[in-house]
């Protein structure tokens, strides 16, 4: 479960400035833009772990593939 806080230690989205935390069960298999992913200058989408912004949906990015 995802919980919107403003505690200690939480994790803030990039993209909405949302502060929350999460645990283990949220953390999925997931796919991010890459936007130079390829020699610089093409996007490629990368498979990774992460957990998703309750606001904006907007994925943390935990481990990259």
């Known amino acids: 479960m995802i919980n919107i ?3 200690p230690e939480p994790v803030t989205c990039k993209n ?3 502060k929350f935390t999460f645990e283990a069960e ?3 298999n997931d796919r991010y833009l890459d936007k130079y992913g390829f020699l610089g200058m093409l996007p490629l989408t990368k498979s ?3 957990v998703r912004c309750p606001i904006c949906n907007e994925p943390y990015l935990i481990k990259i593939y």
């Open 48 to 50: 990774c772990r992460a």
């Open 16 to 18: 909405c400035g949302c």
């Open 5 to 7: 806080i403003e505690g």
């Open 26 to 28: 949220d953390v999925k």
